[in-house]
């Protein structure tokens, strides 16, 4: 949620930021604004909706030439959705201009006191406090930098600052708390952005910025301090894709181009990770094999898709390691009071990083004595970066909103794993251990030949698009991807779509069933203890006049004569089926969307990462 960009440079500022911000539209937003300085001024433009609503208010009234300038797309949180609660935010004096991602939460007392002191708000946010603060700041501060450090000890909350003040046109600083925030470092000029995309066109240079730290840009110099002034030790990394890998490369939509891109993500994220004996070698997990073989529960915490990620995880983690594992919505965890020691392992999994609810849940853990790992999709970001050990998903930039090849390589992150967790501890896998190596390594392979049949599936789409209703359910795994598909037809499609246990059809879910409603089976290999029972499932729905859409394995005939439709999925061990099984319902999530008329890749109220509690 919340883009953010800024440059100072030789380049022509607006350009720079308007192209960072299109960069950034993945992230959902409602409204979009720019401030630039030049002569001594700021000058701003800001409007709700979409980013071309800007352009069309710039192109109406233009702004000056600048070589320094900030950016924001907004996702409302304080204030309606509007031209004057868009960002940029000025001071009454008009020198200071101020973006924000992220919730101040004293906010109220601080629009108090500013009140109390003469100060007319003209919007319903917290960020126009920090314009009003940093102004009356900067009487005494010496530097811009100063008053934004001054200020920030005044605030609590998450949040992510960046002003720029008019009598130092080349200069843009930032603070950041808990919200996200890189550097890019180029050849006299330098960029601040909430994610790399914004400024990979021009260097792949980043610098991580830590808790509480404040930086200073100029066309020649970073410098990072933390709240109090002291320098900061800050880490650089290079970015490993271009500019390229985030465009839509010939595909209509970015949804579309990474679906495709599933096949090779699963590839990247195992290449060099399991050698030809089976045996699984994971850098940076942090963990020696004595904390892990000390470890007698796991808990996986984390949001949404990443969620349902944690769920197969579970499966996995217990059948092959035989160590108790729980499955924790981050929101909910740490409020709950849970049970945590030295001897429990906390497994965070965040595409991009930066999900509070997840980070929040993750420091919390940390804090009571427990070792956390992170999977994660996004080098240096806060998730990481405060774990004992990170394994990085290899997805590459993903910027649908809707999750699709990071889900797919959470789940391959989490059996490479499980997998070594088996190998740390001895415990045998029920299978050999080069078994499954060998039919992990062919699921990239399978996954594709999946993707060779979604002309069947947009059809099979196209079909039942008039439906008010889909009902997933599944047995083992195939119960979390349902839930999967389910939530990928509430973001995209915005209709009514459950997920449940097949076995829990009896136990009050079958009362939804009606004449024609659509339900979708995800059925288990053959020879699985739970594939008779779902196929009496898949005879009970079709008997109350269901219409049963039913993914099995290309050999399994018993569910021939009770399935309406049929979707055929390659086979493959039980665990590891969700990497086939969860494919076909992306794109007829997506084809669904797409029918009625929708925007796939930027649904409505969604933010692709969610940096707010």
């Not at 192109?59 to 996702?75: C, N, Q, V």
């Not at 995880?313 to 020691?341: G, M, N, Q």
Request: charged share 20%; aromatic share 6%.
């Amino acid at each position: 949620m919340c883009g953010i960009v800024g440059y100072v440079g030789p380049k022509q500022a607006l350009d720079v930021v308007i192209e960072g911000l299109r960069r950034l539209e993945y992230r959902g937003y409602d409204s979009a604004g720019v401030a630039i300085v030049a002569d001594h001024r700021i000058d701003t433009r800001k409007k709700a909706g979409k980013l071309a609503n800007l352009e069309a208010e710039i192109e109406l009234d233009p702004l000056p030439a600048s070589h320094t300038g900030i950016g924001h797309t907004r996702w409302a949180t304080h204030g309606a959705p509007n031209d004057v609660n868009a960002h940029p935010h000025v001071s009454e004096d008009g020198t200071i201009a101020v973006i924000h991602n992220g919730i101040i939460e004293n906010f109220a007392v601080l629009r108090d006191e500013l009140i109390a002191n003469g100060v007319k708000l003209r919007s319903e946010t917290d960020t126009e406090v920090v314009a009003h603060l940093l102004a009356a700041q900067m009487k005494t501060s010496s530097n811009l930098a100063d008053g934004l450090r001054a200020v920030c000890q005044r605030l609590t909350g998450a949040f992510t600052i960046v002003v720029v003040h008019s009598e130092t046109p080349d200069v843009v600083v930032a603070a950041r708390r808990n919200s996200p925030l890189v550097v890019g470092r180029g050849v006299g000029e330098n960029f601040l952005a909430s994610d790399v995309a914004a400024f990979i066109a021009h260097t792949r240079n980043a610098i991580e910025l830590g808790q509480d730290q404040v930086v200073e840009i100029t066309p020649d110099s970073i410098t990072v301090t933390d709240f109090f002034g002291a320098p900061a030790t800050v880490h650089e990394y290079e970015v490993t894709w271009d500019a390229s890998a985030a465009e839509k490369g010939g595909y209509d939509l970015f949804m579309l181009k990474e679906i495709a891109e599933q096949p090779k993500a699963i590839a990247d994220t195992l290449l060099g990770r399991i050698d030809a004996t089976g045996k699984v070698s994971l850098e940076g997990i942090g963990l020696s094999d004595d904390e892990l073989k000390s470890m007698k529960k796991i808990i996986i915490t984390a949001c949404g898709t990443a969620y349902h990620a944690g769920m197969i995880a579970k499966y996995a983690i217990e059948h092959w390691t035989r160590v108790p594992c729980e499955v924790e919505l981050a929101s909910e965890f740490r409020y709950r009071d849970p049970i945590l020691t030295d001897d429990t392992l906390v497994i965070s999994i965040s595409q991009s990083g930066e999900t509070m609810d997840t980070l929040m849940a993750m420091r919390y853990a940390r804090e009571q004595g427990s070792k956390v790992l992170a999977i994660c999709n996004s080098n240096g970001s806060t998730i990481p970066r405060e774990s004992d050990g990170v394994i990085y998903t290899h997805a590459g930039p993903e910027v649908a909103v809707a999750s699709t090849k990071a889900f797919l390589t959470q789940i391959v992150a989490c059996y490479l794993f499980a997998m070594y967790l088996a190998q740390v501890r001895g415990t045998g896998f029920g299978e050999s251990s080069s078994d499954i190596a060998l039919e992990l390594g062919r699921m990239s392979a399978k996954v594709d030949l999946v993707l060779d049949t979604s002309e069947a599936i947009r059809e099979l789409a196209q079909e039942i698009s008039d439906a008010q209703s889909i009902l997933f359910i599944g047995r083992s795994v195939g119960f979390p991807v349902a839930l999967e598909g389910a939530l990928k037809l509430k973001e995209l499609a915005y209709m009514h779509a459950e997920g449940f246990a097949a076995g829990e059809l009896k136990h009050g879910p079958i009362a939804l069933l009606e004449e024609g409603l659509p339900v979708i089976v995800v059925v288990p290999p053959q020879g699985h203890e739970l594939h008779d029972k779902i196929v009496s499932n898949i005879q009970e729905v079709r008997a109350r006049g269901a219409k049963t859409i039913v993914l099995a394995e290309d050999d399994d005939m018993t569910i021939n004569e009770f399935a309406h439709h049929i979707i055929r999925l390659p086979k493959c061990p039980d665990l590891l089926q969700p990497l086939v099984a969860t494919v076909p319902l992306q794109i007829f999530a997506c084809e669904m969307a797409t029918v009625k008329g929708y925007d796939v890749d930027q649904p409505r109220n969604l933010a692709k990462s969610v940096t707010v509690e």
